[in-house]
Protein backbone atom coordinates (compact mmCIF):
# COMPACT_ATOMS: atom_id res chain seq x y z
CA UNK A 1 0.00 0.00 0.00
CA UNK A 2 0.94 3.61 -0.70
CA UNK A 3 1.99 5.65 2.43
CA UNK A 4 2.94 9.24 2.18
CA UNK A 5 4.99 11.14 4.87
CA UNK A 6 2.47 13.38 6.70
CA UNK A 7 0.35 9.96 7.31
CA UNK A 8 3.17 7.84 8.74
CA UNK A 9 4.07 11.13 11.55
CA UNK A 10 0.55 10.67 11.95
CA UNK A 11 0.51 7.08 12.90
CA UNK A 12 -0.03 6.34 16.88
CA UNK A 13 -0.52 2.64 18.38
CA UNK A 14 -4.01 1.56 20.56
CA UNK A 15 -3.09 2.35 23.62
CA UNK A 16 -6.10 0.30 25.00
CA UNK A 17 -4.96 -2.91 23.30
CA UNK A 18 -1.29 -2.23 24.85
CA UNK A 19 -2.91 -1.53 28.49
CA UNK A 20 -4.83 -4.77 28.07
CA UNK A 21 -2.04 -7.63 27.15
CA UNK A 22 -0.16 -5.63 30.23
CA UNK A 23 -3.36 -6.47 32.30
CA UNK A 24 -3.15 -10.24 30.74
CA UNK A 25 0.12 -11.30 31.15
CA UNK A 26 -0.07 -10.09 34.52
CA UNK A 27 -2.52 -12.42 35.54
CA UNK A 28 -0.22 -15.25 35.41
CA UNK A 29 1.69 -15.13 38.38
CA UNK A 30 -0.67 -12.38 39.99
CA UNK A 31 -0.70 -11.56 43.41
CA UNK A 32 -3.35 -10.96 45.84
CA UNK A 33 -1.68 -7.35 46.33
CA UNK A 34 -2.09 -6.46 42.61
CA UNK A 35 1.28 -7.55 42.12
CA UNK A 36 2.90 -10.16 39.90
CA UNK A 37 5.56 -13.37 40.84
CA UNK A 38 6.57 -14.88 37.98
CA UNK A 39 10.01 -15.86 38.98
CA UNK A 40 12.95 -16.77 36.04
CA UNK A 41 12.45 -20.08 34.51
CA UNK A 42 9.50 -21.09 36.43
CA UNK A 43 6.54 -23.09 35.28
CA UNK A 44 4.99 -19.49 35.51
CA UNK A 45 7.61 -17.57 33.34
CA UNK A 46 6.85 -20.67 30.64
CA UNK A 47 2.86 -19.99 30.96
CA UNK A 48 3.93 -16.23 29.99
CA UNK A 49 6.27 -16.94 27.28
CA UNK A 50 3.96 -19.50 25.47
CA UNK A 51 1.45 -16.15 25.70
CA UNK A 52 3.99 -13.80 24.75
CA UNK A 53 5.03 -16.25 21.70
CA UNK A 54 1.69 -17.05 20.60
CA UNK A 55 0.84 -13.33 20.50
CA UNK A 56 3.88 -12.86 18.61
CA UNK A 57 2.97 -16.14 15.71
CA UNK A 58 -0.88 -14.80 15.85
CA UNK A 59 1.31 -11.42 14.56
CA UNK A 60 3.10 -13.39 11.74
CA UNK A 61 6.50 -13.19 13.51
CA UNK A 62 9.01 -15.81 13.10
CA UNK A 63 10.21 -17.10 16.53
CA UNK A 64 13.71 -18.07 17.15
CA UNK A 65 14.97 -19.13 20.72
CA UNK A 66 18.90 -19.13 22.14
CA UNK A 67 20.71 -21.69 23.93
CA UNK A 68 20.06 -19.41 27.08
CA UNK A 69 16.50 -18.93 26.36
CA UNK A 70 16.46 -15.49 25.06
CA UNK A 71 13.47 -15.26 22.51
CA UNK A 72 13.39 -12.98 19.26
CA UNK A 73 10.28 -12.22 17.70
CA UNK A 74 11.15 -10.98 13.96
CA UNK A 75 8.83 -9.13 11.80
CA UNK A 76 10.69 -9.37 7.96
CA UNK A 77 12.02 -6.18 6.60
CA UNK A 78 12.14 -5.30 2.69
CA UNK A 79 15.70 -6.20 2.55
CA UNK A 80 16.33 -8.97 5.09
CA UNK A 81 20.12 -8.28 5.02
CA UNK A 82 19.81 -5.57 7.14
CA UNK A 83 20.38 -6.02 10.97
CA UNK A 84 17.07 -5.64 12.65
CA UNK A 85 15.80 -2.78 14.70
CA UNK A 86 15.35 -4.75 17.70
CA UNK A 87 12.89 -4.07 21.11
CA UNK A 88 12.40 -6.04 24.16
CA UNK A 89 13.39 -6.06 27.39
CA UNK A 90 12.11 -9.61 30.59
CA UNK A 91 9.51 -10.92 31.50
CA UNK A 92 10.53 -12.30 34.63
CA UNK A 93 9.75 -10.30 37.92
CA UNK A 94 10.91 -10.15 41.61
CA UNK A 95 9.00 -12.34 44.36
CA UNK A 96 6.61 -9.02 44.85
CA UNK A 97 7.34 -6.99 41.63
CA UNK A 98 4.81 -5.21 39.34
CA UNK A 99 2.89 -5.65 36.58
CA UNK A 100 4.92 -3.30 34.65
CA UNK A 101 8.91 -3.46 35.19
CA UNK A 102 10.03 -5.38 31.92
CA UNK A 103 7.25 -6.97 30.66
CA UNK A 104 6.27 -3.09 29.00
CA UNK A 105 9.17 -3.18 26.93
CA UNK A 106 8.35 -6.61 25.29
CA UNK A 107 4.36 -5.94 25.12
CA UNK A 108 5.03 -2.34 23.73
CA UNK A 109 7.33 -4.07 21.04
CA UNK A 110 4.35 -6.35 19.77
CA UNK A 111 1.89 -3.46 20.03
CA UNK A 112 4.63 -1.50 17.69
CA UNK A 113 4.39 -4.39 15.31
CA UNK A 114 0.60 -4.62 15.77
CA UNK A 115 0.41 -1.32 14.89
CA UNK A 116 2.47 -1.81 11.32
CA UNK A 117 0.31 -4.59 10.43
CA UNK A 118 -2.80 -2.76 11.18
CA UNK A 119 -1.31 0.04 8.40
CA UNK A 120 0.21 -2.23 6.16
CA UNK A 121 3.57 -0.55 6.68
CA UNK A 122 6.48 -2.08 5.41
CA UNK A 123 9.98 -1.14 6.60
CA UNK A 124 13.25 -1.64 5.02
CA UNK A 125 15.11 -3.56 7.85
CA UNK A 126 13.25 -6.10 9.70
CA UNK A 127 12.15 -5.17 13.38
CA UNK A 128 12.56 -7.92 16.11
CA UNK A 129 11.09 -7.56 19.42
CA UNK A 130 13.53 -9.74 22.15
CA UNK A 131 12.43 -11.23 25.68
CA UNK A 132 15.48 -11.13 27.70
CA UNK A 133 16.13 -14.58 29.84
CA UNK A 134 16.75 -13.37 33.63
CA UNK A 135 16.71 -10.32 33.98
CA UNK A 136 16.19 -9.76 37.47
CA UNK A 137 18.53 -11.96 39.08
CA UNK A 138 16.30 -13.05 42.00
CA UNK A 139 16.22 -16.56 41.39
CA UNK A 140 19.06 -16.86 39.44
CA UNK A 141 22.49 -14.75 39.74
CA UNK A 142 23.73 -12.84 37.85
CA UNK A 143 21.61 -10.29 37.10
CA UNK A 144 20.88 -9.84 33.21
CA UNK A 145 21.84 -12.74 32.36
CA UNK A 146 20.47 -13.87 28.92
CA UNK A 147 21.18 -9.98 27.57
CA UNK A 148 24.95 -10.51 29.59
CA UNK A 149 25.40 -14.25 27.78
CA UNK A 150 24.57 -12.61 24.25
CA UNK A 151 27.02 -9.85 24.89
CA UNK A 152 29.62 -11.97 26.13
CA UNK A 153 30.25 -10.32 29.75
CA UNK A 154 30.37 -14.52 31.17
CA UNK A 155 30.06 -17.50 29.37
CA UNK A 156 26.71 -20.02 28.71
CA UNK A 157 29.07 -22.12 30.63
CA UNK A 158 28.88 -19.86 33.73
CA UNK A 159 24.85 -19.18 33.39
CA UNK A 160 24.52 -22.50 33.19
CA UNK A 161 25.65 -23.78 36.29
CA UNK A 162 23.29 -20.90 38.54
CA UNK A 163 21.59 -22.80 41.03
CA UNK A 164 18.31 -21.88 42.73
CA UNK A 165 18.11 -21.82 46.75
CA UNK A 166 16.73 -25.37 45.62
CA UNK A 167 20.11 -26.34 43.87
CA UNK A 168 18.04 -26.51 40.30
CA UNK A 169 20.23 -25.47 37.30
CA UNK A 170 19.59 -22.92 34.60
CA UNK A 171 20.25 -25.73 32.11
CA UNK A 172 17.82 -28.11 33.92
CA UNK A 173 15.29 -24.82 34.38
CA UNK A 174 15.50 -24.00 30.97
CA UNK A 175 14.93 -27.66 29.56
CA UNK A 176 12.45 -28.12 31.74
CA UNK A 177 10.34 -25.35 30.44
CA UNK A 178 10.66 -26.08 27.04
CA UNK A 179 13.30 -22.80 25.91
CA UNK A 180 16.48 -24.36 26.15
CA UNK A 181 16.76 -22.97 22.36
CA UNK A 182 19.42 -23.85 19.65
CA UNK A 183 20.91 -20.56 18.18
CA UNK A 184 23.97 -19.78 19.62
CA UNK A 185 24.17 -16.38 21.61
CA UNK A 186 25.16 -13.37 20.18
CA UNK A 187 24.84 -14.90 16.59
CA UNK A 188 21.74 -12.59 16.32
CA UNK A 189 22.93 -9.58 14.81
CA UNK A 190 21.52 -6.08 15.96
CA UNK A 191 21.26 -2.93 14.14
CA UNK A 192 20.46 -0.61 16.36
CA UNK A 193 17.81 -1.17 19.89
CA UNK A 194 15.46 0.59 21.85
CA UNK A 195 14.12 -0.36 25.33
CA UNK A 196 10.61 0.92 26.36
CA UNK A 197 10.65 1.00 30.51
CA UNK A 198 8.97 2.16 33.51
CA UNK A 199 11.71 4.78 35.17
CA UNK A 200 11.77 2.68 38.53
CA UNK A 201 12.24 6.37 40.21
CA UNK A 202 10.67 9.61 41.30
CA UNK A 203 12.84 12.23 38.65
CA UNK A 204 9.76 12.36 35.79
CA UNK A 205 6.95 12.16 38.09
CA UNK A 206 8.50 14.70 40.24
CA UNK A 207 8.66 17.18 37.48
CA UNK A 208 5.80 16.10 35.51
CA UNK A 209 7.42 15.34 32.52
CA UNK A 210 6.03 11.89 30.13
CA UNK A 211 9.19 11.15 28.89
CA UNK A 212 12.62 10.43 29.77
CA UNK A 213 15.01 10.15 26.86
CA UNK A 214 18.18 8.07 28.79
CA UNK A 215 21.39 9.05 28.31
CA UNK A 216 22.77 5.89 29.83
CA UNK A 217 22.99 4.07 32.80
CA UNK A 218 25.26 4.84 35.94
CA UNK A 219 28.68 2.93 36.38
CA UNK A 220 28.94 1.61 39.74
CA UNK A 221 31.56 0.84 42.28
CA UNK A 222 30.94 -1.69 45.81
CA UNK A 223 33.04 -2.31 48.31
CA UNK A 224 33.55 -4.18 51.79
CA UNK A 225 34.80 -2.40 54.90
CA UNK A 226 36.06 -3.26 57.75
CA UNK A 227 37.24 -1.42 60.48
CA UNK A 228 38.97 -3.00 63.24
CA UNK A 229 38.60 -1.62 67.00
CA UNK A 230 38.66 -3.22 70.46
CA UNK A 231 35.43 -5.02 71.81
CA UNK A 232 35.95 -3.63 75.79
CA UNK A 233 33.18 -3.49 78.69
CA UNK A 234 30.86 -0.21 78.11
CA UNK A 235 31.14 0.45 81.76
CA UNK A 236 34.99 0.13 83.10
CA UNK A 237 36.37 1.42 80.47
CA UNK A 238 36.82 5.80 79.75
CA UNK A 239 35.67 7.25 77.32
CA UNK A 240 39.54 8.63 76.32
CA UNK A 241 40.75 5.10 76.26
CA UNK A 242 38.32 3.51 73.63
CA UNK A 243 38.80 2.27 70.31
CA UNK A 244 35.10 2.14 69.50
CA UNK A 245 35.12 1.05 66.21
CA UNK A 246 31.35 1.53 65.01
CA UNK A 247 32.01 5.50 66.23
CA UNK A 248 34.68 5.54 63.61
CA UNK A 249 32.88 3.34 61.29
CA UNK A 250 29.74 6.18 61.39
CA UNK A 251 32.45 8.95 60.30
CA UNK A 252 33.33 6.96 57.67
CA UNK A 253 29.47 5.63 56.42
CA UNK A 254 28.85 9.59 56.93
CA UNK A 255 31.90 10.29 54.46
CA UNK A 256 30.15 8.26 51.92
CA UNK A 257 26.78 10.43 51.48
CA UNK A 258 29.30 13.57 51.61
CA UNK A 259 30.95 12.00 48.79
CA UNK A 260 28.31 11.33 46.70
CA UNK A 261 26.49 15.31 47.12
CA UNK A 262 30.01 16.65 46.36
CA UNK A 263 29.30 14.81 42.88
CA UNK A 264 26.05 15.86 42.27
CA UNK A 265 23.63 15.65 40.24
CA UNK A 266 24.17 12.29 39.35
CA UNK A 267 26.46 11.07 42.20
CA UNK A 268 24.67 7.76 44.52
CA UNK A 269 26.44 6.90 47.86
CA UNK A 270 24.47 4.07 49.90
CA UNK A 271 25.49 2.30 52.98
CA UNK A 272 22.93 -0.57 52.87
CA UNK A 273 24.43 -2.88 55.34
CA UNK A 274 25.75 -3.26 58.20
CA UNK A 275 27.99 -5.62 60.72
CA UNK A 276 28.26 -4.77 64.19
CA UNK A 277 30.92 -7.17 66.54
CA UNK A 278 29.90 -8.68 69.06
CA UNK A 279 26.50 -6.37 68.36
CA UNK A 280 25.93 -6.62 72.51
CA UNK A 281 24.40 -3.31 74.17
CA UNK A 282 26.96 -3.35 76.79
CA UNK A 283 30.07 -4.01 74.94
CA UNK A 284 31.93 -1.98 73.03
CA UNK A 285 32.20 -2.38 69.27
CA UNK A 286 35.53 -4.04 68.27
CA UNK A 287 34.21 -4.73 64.46
CA UNK A 288 32.30 -3.50 62.48
CA UNK A 289 31.63 -4.41 58.45
CA UNK A 290 29.67 -2.44 56.07
CA UNK A 291 28.83 -2.30 52.11
CA UNK A 292 29.84 1.06 50.23
CA UNK A 293 27.30 1.44 46.26
CA UNK A 294 28.79 3.96 44.71
CA UNK A 295 27.30 4.69 41.39
CA UNK A 296 27.26 7.82 38.53
CA UNK A 297 27.12 8.90 35.36
CA UNK A 298 30.73 8.16 33.95
CA UNK A 299 33.62 5.44 34.60
CA UNK A 300 35.74 8.44 35.57
CA UNK A 301 33.82 10.23 38.16
CA UNK A 302 32.34 7.02 40.22
CA UNK A 303 36.46 6.20 40.21
CA UNK A 304 36.97 9.71 41.32
CA UNK A 305 34.23 9.06 44.07
CA UNK A 306 36.38 5.53 45.28
CA UNK A 307 39.54 7.32 45.46
CA UNK A 308 38.22 9.86 48.05
CA UNK A 309 36.95 7.05 50.02
CA UNK A 310 39.92 5.60 49.91
CA UNK A 311 41.96 8.73 50.70
CA UNK A 312 39.53 9.82 53.85
CA UNK A 313 39.96 6.12 55.15
CA UNK A 314 43.38 6.10 55.19
CA UNK A 315 43.36 9.37 57.11
CA UNK A 316 40.99 7.98 59.44
CA UNK A 317 42.79 5.10 60.32
CA UNK A 318 45.81 7.44 60.85
CA UNK A 319 43.68 9.84 63.37
CA UNK A 320 41.99 7.08 65.00
CA UNK A 321 44.57 4.24 64.64
CA UNK A 322 42.29 1.49 64.01
CA UNK A 323 42.88 -0.66 60.75
CA UNK A 324 40.72 0.39 57.91
CA UNK A 325 40.31 -2.36 55.14
CA UNK A 326 38.55 -1.26 52.13
CA UNK A 327 37.90 -3.62 49.89
CA UNK A 328 36.05 -3.36 45.85
CA UNK A 329 33.88 -6.50 45.20
CA UNK A 330 31.46 -5.41 41.95
CA UNK A 331 32.28 -3.31 39.35
CA UNK A 332 29.77 -2.02 36.89
CA UNK A 333 31.33 -0.10 33.83
CA UNK A 334 29.18 3.22 33.24
CA UNK A 335 27.31 2.91 29.78
CA UNK A 336 26.18 5.85 27.66
CA UNK A 337 23.45 5.20 24.93
CA UNK A 338 24.50 6.06 21.42
CA UNK A 339 23.81 10.05 20.31
CA UNK A 340 21.59 9.08 17.11
CA UNK A 341 19.40 6.81 19.25
CA UNK A 342 19.19 9.10 21.73
CA UNK A 343 18.45 11.63 18.96
CA UNK A 344 15.88 9.11 17.97
CA UNK A 345 13.80 9.12 21.25
CA UNK A 346 14.26 12.69 21.87
CA UNK A 347 13.07 13.63 18.15
CA UNK A 348 9.89 11.63 18.20
CA UNK A 349 8.94 12.70 21.91
CA UNK A 350 9.16 16.44 20.36
CA UNK A 351 6.84 15.26 16.79
CA UNK A 352 4.45 13.56 19.57
CA UNK A 353 4.09 16.74 21.52
CA UNK A 354 5.32 14.76 24.84
CA UNK A 355 7.18 16.41 27.38
CA UNK A 356 10.27 14.94 27.82
CA UNK A 357 13.82 15.37 29.63
CA UNK A 358 17.22 13.94 29.37
CA UNK A 359 17.79 11.32 32.43
CA UNK A 360 20.37 8.99 33.40
CA UNK A 361 19.19 5.65 34.69
CA UNK A 362 20.43 4.39 38.08
CA UNK A 363 19.58 0.93 37.59
CA UNK A 364 20.69 -1.89 35.45
CA UNK A 365 19.06 -3.01 31.86
CA UNK A 366 19.27 -5.21 29.33
CA UNK A 367 19.73 -2.22 27.05
CA UNK A 368 23.26 -2.14 28.92
CA UNK A 369 24.64 -5.04 26.96
CA UNK A 370 22.74 -4.41 23.89
CA UNK A 371 24.95 -1.09 24.00
CA UNK A 372 27.92 -3.49 23.81
CA UNK A 373 26.91 -4.96 20.74
CA UNK A 374 24.84 -1.98 18.79
CA UNK A 375 23.63 1.93 18.95
CA UNK A 376 21.50 1.52 21.64
CA UNK A 377 18.96 3.78 23.70
CA UNK A 378 16.21 3.62 26.25
CA UNK A 379 12.62 5.30 26.44
CA UNK A 380 11.37 5.71 30.07
CA UNK A 381 7.75 6.38 31.44
CA UNK A 382 6.98 7.58 34.97
CA UNK A 383 5.67 5.45 37.21
CA UNK A 384 3.49 6.11 40.47
CA UNK A 385 5.61 7.49 43.38
CA UNK A 386 8.46 5.90 42.16
CA UNK A 387 7.90 2.69 43.04
CA UNK A 388 9.14 -0.43 41.52
CA UNK A 389 9.69 -4.19 42.44
CA UNK A 390 6.96 -3.89 44.58
CA UNK A 391 3.37 -5.03 44.37
CA UNK A 392 2.20 -1.53 44.24
CA UNK A 393 4.11 -0.96 40.73
CA UNK A 394 1.61 1.22 38.94
CA UNK A 395 1.88 3.42 35.71
CA UNK A 396 -0.60 5.53 34.10
CA UNK A 397 -2.63 4.36 30.61
CA UNK A 398 -1.68 7.74 28.52
CA UNK A 399 1.94 7.18 29.73
CA UNK A 400 2.33 3.70 28.58
CA UNK A 401 0.72 4.44 25.48
CA UNK A 402 3.26 7.90 25.03
CA UNK A 403 6.14 5.51 25.73
CA UNK A 404 5.04 3.53 22.72
CA UNK A 405 4.48 5.71 20.47
CA UNK A 406 7.70 7.29 21.28
CA UNK A 407 9.06 3.50 20.70
CA UNK A 408 7.61 3.05 17.37
CA UNK A 409 8.76 6.52 15.64
CA UNK A 410 12.46 6.27 16.96
CA UNK A 411 12.40 2.35 15.27
CA UNK A 412 10.62 3.79 12.53
CA UNK A 413 13.56 6.39 11.71
CA UNK A 414 15.93 3.66 12.41
CA UNK A 415 14.77 0.91 10.10
CA UNK A 416 13.64 3.05 7.56
CA UNK A 417 10.00 2.83 5.49
CA UNK A 418 9.04 1.63 2.14
CA UNK A 419 7.45 5.02 0.88
CA UNK A 420 5.14 5.20 -2.77
ZN1 LIG B 1 13.25 -4.22 34.24
Known sequence: ????????????????????????????????????????????????????????????????????????MRREGLNPELPPVMTGSHIDTQPTGGKFDGNYGVLAGLEVVRTLNDHGIQTQ??????????????????????????AGAFSLAHAYAATDTEGKTVRDELAAIGYLGTEVPGQHPIGSYFEAHI??????????????????????????????????????TPMALRRDALQTATVLMQEVVAIAHRHAPHGRGTVGMVHVHPNSRNVIPGRVKF???????????????????????????????????????????????????IQAVRDAAAMLGHSHMPVISGAGHDAVYAAQLAPAGMIFIPCKDGISHNEIEDALPEHIGAGCNVLLHAMLSRSGVALA
Not at 133 to 143: A, L
Not at 316 to 337: C, D, E, H, K, Y
Open 199 to 236: EQGPVLEDAQVTIGVVQGVLGQRWFDCEVHGMEAHAGP
Open 291 to 341: SIDFRNHTDASVEQMADEVREFARSLSTRTGMAINLQQVVSFTAQPFHPDC
Open 1 to 72: MSLATSSLTDLRVNEARLWDSLMTLARIGATPKGGVARLALTDLDRQGRDLVVGWAKALGLRVTVDQIGNIF
Open 125 to 150: APIEVAVWTNEEGSRFVPVMMGSGVF
